[in-house]
């Protein structure tokens, strides 16, 4: 349980971040969940609330000054941060580099990257003063190995948060503080509408639900301190990145 403990989720008002904050509410823990739409993450606050101890910060991860003022009020409010989740994510539908622009490639780095960096290092100082602290990143299967399906700037931001995690656990390990990055399979999340080609309901009725991620995350926060689980690969067991599937064919249609 996670009785007393603080827990802040970004992306937290729809998708993975939201059920992870569901199993971290129902753990007992104070949960903080931040997204950048506000009637969004007004209904996932009030749904939070008929479960718990919970309130939402709007907020854009990929503005740092925003991270910096809502890492104060959280810690003003709360006076500490046990939990942080890094799940605010997006992907362009224009993703491969024969459409990607560079405002895309901005945009993508800016959420999926640069905002979990801004989250984690504005929680640092509480984590290291309290000498203890989880930091749980939301990858990708393509932040495990390279694929066709994500596009060059999401695949290399997933990529990315494996290194800050891992980083994490070599320089605060030594502070009690740890670092999980989580690599899901195909996730039925509302993220499958930014694709080029949005997956055949057949398809997303076999992939991972938000809820399989939520019971993850859950898993990795109530591990004991000195416990520190590097990394988890999760995906569905009818896995289209290995099977392949009609819309994710890299080679295109031969012809007659």
């Known amino acids: 349980m996670l009785s007393g403990k603080v827990a802040w989720i970004t992306g937290g008002g729809s998708g993975i971040g939201l059920a992870g904050a569901r199993e971290l509410v129902k753990a007992g823990a104070r ?10 993450l007004r209904e996932a606050e009030k749904q939070l609330k ?5 309130e939402a910060i709007l907020l ?3 503005d740092k000054k925003q991270v910096a003022q809502a890492a104060k009020e959280l810690l003003a409010r709360h006076g ?36 979990a960096l801004y989250c984690t290092t504005a929680v640092l100082p509480a984590m290291r003063s309290q000498k203890g602290g989880l930091v749980i990143n939301i990858s990708s ?5 390279i694929g066709y399906l994500g596009g060059v700037a999401y695949g290399a931001s997933k990529h990315a948060l494996a290194t800050i995690t ?7 390990g030594m502070h009690g503080i740890r670092g999980c990055v989580i690599y899901p399979g195909e996730v039925a999340t509302p993220l499958l509408k930014t694709r080029p080609v949005p ?22 926060a109530e591990m004991p301190p000195h416990v520190c689980l590097n990394e988890i690969v999760i995906s569905p067991t009818w896995n289209r990145i290995l099977l392949g599937g009609r819309e994710i064919a890299l080679a295109p249609k031969a012809e007659k």
């Open 141 to 145: 299967w393509l932040g495990r190995w």
């Open 60 to 62: 854009d991860v990929a």
């Open 31 to 40: 949960v903080v969940i931040s997204g950048r739409t506000e009637k969004t």
């Open 50 to 54: 008929a479960l718990g101890d919970a």
């Open 199 to 220: 997956p055949a309901q057949q398809d997303i009725d076999r992939m991972l639900k938000p809820e399989d991620l939520g019971r993850t995350i859950r898993f990795v």
């Open 166 to 172: 891992h980083h994490l656990n070599l320089e605060e």
């Open 80 to 115: 500490r941060c046990d939990v942080l989740v890094n799940s605010a994510g997006l992907n362009v539908p224009k993703r491969l580099y024969k459409d990607l622009t560079p405002d895309d490639w901005d945009k993508v780095i800016g959420i999926n990257l640069n905002g």
